[in-house]
């Protein structure tokens, strides 16, 4: 763990609360209960690795876990995914019993799940739309959020199937390691573009609990 120079400013915006984008879905989660295959929800935050910050006049301070090549024995073909919510880390599988290690922020609770999915698409610098459940929490929001450093998907977004969800960046790194999402899966933007030139199309994406 590391503690960044960068100061991050401290006027944020409140559509950062939400980083799932659809359109005809009242949340995620029920996004996700729709689609196929079948994903089991849980209610139970179950990681306790939240970063560390401090708020200055001047900006906030956070604590940020590099990415790094571990040991990680699996079965998974090289070029998979495997997102473990419980400890807050995604595997990117590398073969030879090792995989590059990505700090994330998960699902809030109520809005976390497991299952298995591919990558279905990728974009640069997406657009973000709220979902009207997003929007019926947070009245405020803006409607429609071009690509861009505001962007609550941040520099990258890769798109898991046929649901609303994705892996994607942020434009608040400070709540990596944490449990803060409306279901997707967040990286800091260096770590979401690390991940994104990597990926391929139809990845297997493991999500564990």
């Excluded at 179950?46 to 910050?53: C, H, I, K, L, Q």
């Excluded at 459940?133 to 941040?154: A, C, E």
Aim: with cysteine.
């Amino acid at each position: 763990m590391r503690i960044p120079v960068v100061l991050v400013s401290v006027i944020f915006t409140a559509f950062a609360l939400g980083g799932c984008a659809s359109s005809g879905a009242t949340s995620g989660a029920q996004a996700y209960a729709s689609a196929k295959p079948k994903f089991k929800v849980s209610t139970t935050e179950v990681s306790a690795r939240d970063p560390w910050t401090l708020q200055t006049p001047f900006g906030i301070l956070y604590s940020e876990t590099p990415r790094e090549t571990v040991s990680y024995p699996s079965k998974q073909a090289p070029g998979s995914i495997i997102v473990d919510t419980r400890n807050r880390y995604l595997y990117y599988i590398t073969g030879h019993d090792q995989a590059i290690r990505y700090s994330i922020a998960v699902g809030a609770e109520g809005y976390d799940w497991s299952g298995t999915s591919t990558i279905s698409a990728k974009r640069e610098w997406p657009d973000w739309t709220p979902t009207p459940g997003i929007l019926k929490r947070h009245p405020d929001l803006p409607r429609h959020v071009d690509g861009g450093y505001d962007n609550p998907l941040g520099a990258r977004a890769l798109y898991l199937g046929g649901t609303l969800y994705r892996i994607h960046g942020t434009n608040e790194p400070w709540r990596i390691g944490s449990a803060v999402s409306s279901g997707c899966i967040r990286l800091s933007n260096d770590d979401i573009i690390d991940l994104y030139n990597r990926t391929k199309i139809g990845a297997t994406v493991v999500v564990r609990r």
